[in-house]
């Protein structure tokens, strides 16, 4: 579909990081992250609180102080890279707060991300609608008449018209009622059949755990245990241990 193009040479991974370290101001958060993502697979990284879970998210869009190691995005190092540069190599960040203008129309919000440049066309408003209906009939409300399951779908959809094939999630069922829930987790699916690869990080393990190709764990800054998700079940007493599941 709109990404086609943009995912030849599947050989190549899409999100690859080696030795990643941040820091924000003088404390360090992230102390050697390691993480190879291939095209068209849903990851999910899993922690408590304070892992280092949404600082490698921030850190791989260059949002941290300073940062180490390699994030090499379809093969091309941005370590470097100031955020909208990094951004044109084919990365939508989706935070936890959203950042839905709430003096904008629903579909105002929609329209105001440019198009990432030499990337593929991104989907068309019609595509996104017809993925968020909700989306549709809200598409004139303000941004402070929409709900928060509708602030997310859009802080989403947003992000797929820019062109961006790698999405990285923070938190996106967080305090959302249990069918707008069901209905991220039937987006995320029609994503990856699309070949999106996606990066998520989750609290809520029983939303990922169906969802991932692969599941790691973070604690204090690193991966601590990384695994397929036709492992899950041999895998669950050490997530009880390391997430209290």
Known sequence: MAATAAFAGAEVPALEIRGLQAWYGESH???????????????????????GRTTTL????????????????HGVETISLRTHRIARHGLGYCPEERGIFASLSCEENLMLPPRLPGRGPGMSVDEIYAMFPHLRERRRSPGTRMSGGEQQMLAVARILRTGADVLLLDEIS????????????RMIR?????????VMVEQNFRFAAPLADRL?????????ESFDAAQLEEKLPVLHELLGV
């Open 29 to 51: 958060i992230l102390h050697g992250v390691d993480l190879s993502v291939k095209r068209g697979e849903v990851v999910t990284l899993l922690g408590r609180n304070g892992a």
């Open 58 to 73: 921030r850190a791989i869009m260059g949002l941290t102080g300073e940062r180490r190691g390699s994030v090499r995005v």
């Open 174 to 185: 967080e305090g959302l009622a249990p069918v707008i829930v069901q209905a991220l987790a």
């Open 190 to 198: 029609t994503l990856k059949a699309k070949g999106y690869t996606v």
């Open 216 to 224: 790691h764990v973070m604690e204090h800054g690193r991966i601590v």
